[in-house]
């Protein structure tokens, strides 16, 4: 598979691949909660890793959107701390090179999981009048994209409202045959098609708390299972 991305007036995006084979790092190289330790097989992305790859795709919207206002609209609750992060990079980026941005931080909750398996039935809950982005220039930013179910949900909701342009930051997109790496514009990482939780990412809402990605052990699936 390349390692490019497409190219737009930004330039080339460079995207970053993780292999189906690659097992994660060692859980005794790095630090996480007591609580977790034998729930987590591996830390799979390690929180620096998500924070540099994070501002690097702050500078690739800040191209982007050049002097236009950003409606940033927060796909709860996987998306609060990619989210958090990605505009703090914006705001410190826009001070740096006096090209401050006005941010503005909308939320939108959907659920569609349990367990670790995608449900049919996608419910938008919360924040359902988007009349406010009428004309505005929006980013959607979700922590994890798969089958794209989502994601195509809720941008046709989202165009309802006649916003000026929508892109959508992911910090994960995982490779399946009929991936949805089209509807994301900033891509984090591209992971194979396998259940991780982590920097706010849950199982059953567990697993919120832990900052790095990680990889379920099999004790973690059935203790904390529904
Ligand atoms: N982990 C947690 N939540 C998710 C995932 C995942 O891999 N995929 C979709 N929602
Ligand atoms: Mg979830």
């Known amino acids: 598979m390349s390692a490019l991305l497409q190219m737009d007036n930004a330039g080339i995006k460079r995207r970053i691949v993780i292999k189906d084979d690659w097992p994660g790092y060692s859980l ?6 007591e609580h977790y330790h034998d729930d987590i097989e591996s ?3 390690p929180h620096g890793v998500i924070m540099n790859r994070t501002e ?3 500078h690739y919207i800040m191209d ?3 002097d236009d206002n950003i409606m940033v609209l927060c796909v709860l609750k996987g998306g609060y701390k990619f989210c958090a992060d990605l505009v703090e990079f914006i705001k410190i980026l826009g001070r740096n090179s006096n090209k401050y941005l006005e ?3 909308e939320f939108i909750r959907l659920k569609s999981y349990l367990n670790d398996q995608s449900t049919e039935d996608l419910h938008i809950i919360g924040c359902r009048d988007l009349s406010f982005l009428r004309g505005k220039s929006v980013l959607i930013v979700e ?13 046709k909701h989202v165009e309802t409202f006649e916003p000026k342009m929508v892109k959508v930051a992911g910090l994960l997109v995982k490779r399946l045959a ?3 790496e089209s509807l994301t514009d900033y891509v984090g990482f591209e992971i194979p098609n396998r259940f991780v939780v982590g920097y706010a990412l849950d199982y059953n809402e567990y697993f919120r708390d832990l900052n790095h990605i990680c990889v379920l052990s099999r004790t973690g699936k059935m203790k904390y299972k529904i």
């Open 64 to 66: 982007d959107f050049r």
């Open 56 to 58: 690097r795709l702050a």
């Open 143 to 155: 922590a994890i994209v798969d089958t794209g179910k989502t994601m195509k949900a809720l941008l």
């Open 178 to 180: 009929n991936m949805a």
């Open 103 to 105: 941010t503005r931080v």
């Open 43 to 45: 830390i799979y992305i």
């Open 28 to 33: 005794d190289l790095f630090t996480y909660p």
